[in-house]
C-alpha cells in the first residue's frame, strides 16, 4: 500500500516528501518509487532525524522554504 500511496501522491502534484525520525528507509524507497515514475526528477525526498541537532533542522526548513513550503518561524525564536 506504501507504494500505491507515493505513486497517488505524484500523480496529485506533490513534489516534496519529508521523512522525520530515526533513518532513511522510507526516505530511500520513495526515492526509488518516484524514480519509476515522471515526477521523479521534479521531486525531493528530504529525511531528518532529531538526533542531528539544530544545524539540520534548520538546513531542513530552508530547503522546504527553498521548494515553495510554508515555513512558520516564530517559534523558531
Same mark, same amino acid.
Given at each position: 500500500?506504501?507504494?500505491?500511496?507515493?505513486?497517488?501522491?505524484?500523480?496529485?502534484?506533490?513534489?516534496?516528501?519529508?521523512?522525520?525520525?530515526?533513518?532513511?528507509?522510507?526516505?530511500? =524507497? #520513495?526515492? %526509488?518509487?518516484?524514480?519509476?515514475?515522471? /515526477?521523479?526528477?521534479?521531486? *525531493? +525526498?528530504?529525511?531528518?532525524?532529531?538526533?542531528?541537532?539544530? =544545524? #539540520?533542522? %534548520?538546513?531542513?526548513?530552508?530547503?522546504? /522554504?527553498?521548494?515553495?513550503? *510554508? +515555513?512558520?518561524?516564530?517559534?523558531?525564536?
Amino acid at each position: 500500500e506504501f507504494v500505491e500511496l507515493i505513486r497517488s501522491m505524484a500523480r496529485a502534484g506533490v513534489r516534496t516528501f519529508l521523512e522525520v525520525g530515526p533513518g532513511n528507509v522510507l526516505s530511500k =524507497l #520513495t526515492d %526509488a518509487i518516484l524514480t519509476e515514475t515522471s /515526477a521523479g526528477a521534479s521531486a *525531493e +525526498v528530504i529525511s531528518v532525524d532529531g538526533k542531528q541537532g539544530l =544545524l #539540520t533542522l %534548520a538546513q531542513t526548513l530552508a530547503r522546504l /522554504a527553498a521548494r515553495g513550503v *510554508e +515555513v512558520n518561524l516564530a517559534a523558531w525564536e
